[in-house]
């Protein structure tokens, strides 16, 4: 089973424009995340997939591997894609760009869904990590997953899922880690599916995903991680990072 890692990277980013070229110590960030996960040897290979000159030269020109994209896209799904559709690959693990400290451990827990998947059933895998800050569980930048008694995603939501009607039922409340692990396939049928008005609304690639029909296993992992969408996530990193 070949598997490689496609880490999608657009330079425009409305939150915080430019993010992933930011200082990191001595390295952008871009280029701590690529450098992370190749350090996880999970990979038979490893690229970033952007759009932006800048990042392409920023990965080639420290030794790494990027493809530039040849057109805009809605989301990062479509974008890897269009770069997956003439390798030979099997499955295509989804690292998002502004993950400085992505670690081997949540990773190999997403490809290991795959090798026991004989009846080939699942389309994709993706991680989900417990919150418990009511002001966490309530912010609409932290997307949230339900998942059925076998793990596989039921919703995900900016909104709180399931809603706190009864604070005392012991619901576990779940956040959703940007880490996808595709089958090539379920990658080249996404790109074909017109965004539907759910997907739409909440701004969440994944739904789309489930309104068609695919089936998403969740895997529990307790890394938290950093991403960088906003500055003072940046310099939440750097002091992680001393």
């Not at 070949?2 to 001595?26: E, T, V």
């Not at 619901?171 to 990658?187: E, M, N, S, W």
Request: with cysteine; glycine share 4%.
């Amino acid at each position: 089973m070949k598997i490689i890692s496609m880490i999608p990277a657009r330079y425009s980013a409305s939150r915080f424009p430019a993010k992933l070229m930011q200082n990191l110590a001595g390295k952008s960030v871009i280029l701590r995340t690529y450098e992370a996960t190749v350090a996880t040897h999970l990979f038979d290979d490893v690229y970033v997939v952007t759009d932006s000159e800048i990042i392409f030269d920023e990965i080639v020109n420290n030794g790494g591997k990027a493809i530039m994209s040849k057109r805009e896209h809605q989301s990062g799904s479509d974008r890897i894609a269009e770069a997956v559709a003439d390798l030979d690959v099997d499955i295509v693990v989804n690292v998002q760009g502004d993950e400085p400290f992505t670690e081997r451990e949540s990773l190999q827990k997403v490809i290991e869904v795959f090798k026991h998947d004989y009846k080939k059933e699942i389309d994709l895998a993706s991680l989900m990590v417990e919150i418990r800050d009511w002001d966490e569980i309530n912010n609409p930048n932290t997307v949230k997953v339900i998942v059925d008694q076998n793990n596989f995603a039921l919703y995900f939501s900016r909104s709180p899922i399931p809603y706190p009607r009864d604070k005392e039922a012991g619901a576990r409340y779940f956040k959703h880690k940007g880490v996808y692990a595709f089958r090539k396939q379920a990658l080249l049928d996404f790109e074909k599916l017109p965004m539907q008005f759910i997907e739409a609304t909440e701004k969440i690639e994944c739904i789309r995903y489930l309104e068609y029909g695919k089936k998403i296993k969740m895997v529990e992992t307790t890394v938290e991680g950093v991403e960088i969408d906003t500055p003072e996530d940046l310099e939440r990193a750097k002091r992680l990072w001393k």
